[in-house]
């Protein structure tokens, strides 16, 4: 069993930044997958970024360049570091683990762009 607890949403203006954490409990933190994702107002749930246990990394289309991934196994904790941040990347953001068809999901964080 894995929990996941997210932090670090805010408001934020355009171009701004935020640094997003997911502090997970449980073993075998370095086995998973982990990744974020988010909901926008009136649209379905997206993948944001992905990082396996090996440490490779996935970026959806619209966040490349802008946003990283990362982990601290020693720390349970994954990251995403939102730079260049823009209205569209509104949304409540998601944390996942993933190992052997099994996931975990975090309750999420507001993130808000707005000037």
């Known amino acids: 069993q894995v929990q996941l607890v997210e932090s670090g949403g805010g408001l934020v203006q355009p171009g701004g930044s935020l640094r997003l954490s997911c502090a997970a409990s449980g073993s075998s933190f370095s086995s998973y997958a982990m990744a974020w994702h988010r909901r926008a107002p009136g649209k379905q749930r997206e993948l944001v970024a992905m990082i396996t246990s090996g440490n490779s990394t996935i970026y959806t289309a619209s966040v490349k360049g802008r946003f990283t991934i990362s982990r601290d196994n020693a720390k349970k904790t994954v990251y995403l570091q939102t730079n260049s941040l823009k209205p569209e990347d509104t949304a409540v953001y998601y944390c996942?683990?993933?190992?052997?068809?099994?996931?975990?999901w975090g309750q999420g964080t507001q993130v808000t762009v707005s000037s």
């Open positions: 996942k683990a993933g190992r052997l068809g099994t996931a975990y």
